[in-house]
């Protein structure tokens, strides 16, 4: 299971981090991601990274950014975002991959967090 958490309200320029805590004895194998859904917009990917040596890969709209991390120990998955837009504006979720990387399509992960909501005003 994976609870996301984070999410609020910031200005443009500003920066947030979240955070996804998850469960089970094997989070540190499995790939990791956070996706997003903004209104009226499909769910689309923002940023993975594997399971094995911490590889990570980026949507370009984030690139530069977002940093996307993990900690094992904690079970605990991270996005640092820094020089929001409003575009960014979205619900943020994280999700897990039964695979050591999971890539940047959904279709590839099976278990998902609740959301978090982002705003960023201009």
């Known amino acids: 299971q994976l609870q996301a958490s984070g999410g609020g309200l910031v200005q443009a320029g500003g920066s947030l981090r979240l955070s996804c805590a998850a469960s089970?004895?094997?989070?540190?194998?499995?790939?990791l991601a956070w996706f997003r859904q903004g209104p009226g917009k499909e769910r689309e990917f923002v940023a993975a990274?594997?399971?094995?040596?911490?590889?990570?890969y980026y949507a370009d709209s984030v690139k530069g950014r977002f940093t996307i991390s993990r900690d094992n120990a904690k079970n605990t998955l991270y996005l640092q975002m820094n020089s929001l837009k409003p575009e960014d504006t979205s619900v943020y979720y994280c999700?897990?991959?039964?695979?050591?990387?999971?890539?940047?399509?959904?279709?590839?992960?099976?278990?998902w967090g609740q959301g978090t909501l982002v705003t960023v005003s201009s």
């Open positions: 999700a897990a991959s039964r695979q050591r990387y999971g890539g940047s399509s959904s279709a590839e992960y099976s278990s």
């Open positions: 089970g004895r094997f989070f540190r194998y499995y790939g």
């Open positions: 990274i594997s399971g094995d040596d911490g590889s990570t």
